[in-house]
């Protein structure tokens, strides 16, 4: 069996066969971190083939942690020197308060998949234009088979209940509100704790929209309901947040085909996920939609979109990469 009642069990078992990505370059999905602060490593658990992610986690704002800081550094190498200034590495695992709290953020998937190996493996990167016609003949068609395929049903028992039920911070009582119930759950990517990196997803209850891709002028009011519930549930559960330190977006692509919205702290570090090109502002999908001419049956399926992607990954293989070897083979 491949699972564990107790999760943290797991990662000690971890047996490395191979870097799947690190460094400054090290990427996720063709998106490049730049900072350098994550690795992703390939091996098994119990024989079973898993991925572990290991990223560094964000400073702890408790003044005791801090305090302690300078005086636990070992093996600190001076860099360089000028004037006032002067540059160091170092290493924080010594003894003390330092020592006691966690500097890795360290994401699991276990069993993993070939899919899963690719998305996290050292990739080449492109920058896609998807037309309205590229929508309709092949990503629409490409969603489809995802969905079908049952790859939603995860997303489907977290909305139930089902699974990780102890994760959600927020819900409305499933089915009492309709078109706009929805829950609440943190980011694998937060640490729970630094509120000025907040990052929440939202999973709406309803499944006729899948992606930013469905939206049409008629969704406007639903949209700008979700935005203050939204704004509203978040600054509740964080009484020290106010709405405008809030902003809220989708993927295109998105990782899974079911609506749902990103809610970030605005001091949060724009790193890959809010990059140009993937994430789109919920109030730029409402105003793009608003000035649209048509009647309340024109969406965004009539606009072109451009993203990345990585060269490694099901749509560049199956879609962009034939249709540009199509447009050469003609040319």
């Known amino acids: 069996m491949a699972g564990t009642s107790n999760p943290e069990a797991l990662v000690p078992l971890f047996k490395l066969s191979k870097v ?11 998106v490049v971190d730049q900072a350098g602060r994550r690795v992703s490593l390939y091996g098994t658990i119990n ?3 898993s991925l572990l992610i290991l990223e560094r986690a964000p400073f702890p704002t408790a003044e005791n942690y801090l ?11 001076n860099l360089g020197a000028n004037d006032i200034y002067s540059w160091y590495l170092a290493n924080s695992s010594g003894n003390g308060e330092a020592h006691q709290l966690a500097d890795l953020k360290i994401n699991l998937i276990h069993p993993c998949t070939e899919t899963h190996l690719k998305k996290y493996s050292k990739q080449g990167v492109r920058f896609v234009t998807e037309t309205p016609e590229i929508y309709a003949n092949h990503i629409k068609p490409y969603m489809q088979a995802k969905r079908e395929a049952g790859r939603l049903n995860w997303v489907f028992n977290i909305i139930e209940g089902v699974k990780e039920a102890e994760d959600v911070i927020y819900r409305t009582p499933l089915g009492r509100d309709g078109d706009e119930g929805f829950l609440l759950l943190p980011d694998l990517n937060w640490d729970r704790k630094t509120v000025e990196a907040l990052h929440l997803l939202c999973l709406v209850e309803r499944r006729d929209i899948w992606s930013l891709r469905d939206l049409k ?12 519930k939204l704004l509203e549930a978040t600054c509740n559960k964080y009484p020290d947040l106010e709405p405008d ?6 993927h295109y692509q998105p990782t899974y085909y079911h609506f749902h919205i990103h809610i970030v702290h605005v001091a949060l570090e724009a790193g890959a996920t809010q990059a140009t090109g993937k994430a789109v502002g919920l109030e730029s999908i409402m105003e793009t939609l608003n000035a649209m001419d048509g009647d309340d049956e024109a969406g965004m399926d009539r606009v072109s979109m451009s993203y990345m992607l990585g060269e490694a990954g099901e749509l560049w293989i199956q879609v962009f990469e ?5 447009a050469k083979s003609r040319a």
């Open 322 to 326: 034939s249709i540009k070897n199509g």
């Open 47 to 49: 024989d079973f083939p």
């Open 20 to 30: 799947l990505n690190q460094g400054p370059d090290a990427n996720i999905g063709g």
């Open 67 to 77: 305090a302690s800081v300078p005086a636990t550094l070992a093996a600190i190498k």
């Open 217 to 228: 002028k008629k969704h406007i009011p639903w949209l700008q309901h979700m935005r203050a």
């Open 245 to 250: 330190q809030l902003k809220l977006y989708v």
